[in-house]
């Protein structure tokens, strides 16, 4: 199970940063990543970490701005997020599923097992 958390109203320019706790299964081997969708829109992917070792990847609208790490004490992930802009402004979503070795196969969202509840960011101009 995941429960993603840390959502909330912030200012342009602002920082937030997300946490997805993880619970009733290890996650070794997995890609945790966060997803986030407009209304209207699907669901789109945002940032990726693998479970076990130091490997990140992120879309090239938030490269540069966010950062996702994980705290295996804690069993957490966090995407921490600065610079935040009114386009940022969509539900956040936590999600699992086993590594796969294709090219960017942990963008797709249809292939995740496992999916935390969203969490509204909102940034205001």
């Known amino acids: 199970q995941l429960q993603a958390s840390g959502g909330g109203l912030v200012q342009s320019g602002g920082s937030l940063r997300l946490s997805c706790a993880a619970s009733g299964r290890p996650f070794s081997n997995y890609y945790m990543s966060w997803f986030r969708q407009a209304p209207g829109k699907e669901r789109e992917f945002v940032a990726a970490?693998?479970?076990?070792?130091?490997?990140?990847y992120f879309i090239d609208s938030v490269k540069d701005r966010f950062t996702i790490s994980r705290d295996y004490a804690k069993n957490t992930m966090y995407l921490q997020m600065n610079s935040l802009n009114p386009e940022d402004t969509v539900v956040y979503y936590c999600?699992?599923?086993?590594?796969?070795?294709?090219?960017?196969?942990?963008?797709?969202?249809?292939?995740?097992?496992?999916w935390g509840q969203g969490t509204q960011v909102t940034v205001s101009s």
């Open positions: 999600a699992a599923r086993r590594y796969c070795s294709n090219y960017g196969c942990y963008k797709s969202a249809a292939e995740y097992d496992y």
């Open positions: 970490i693998r479970w076990d070792v130091t490997s990140t």
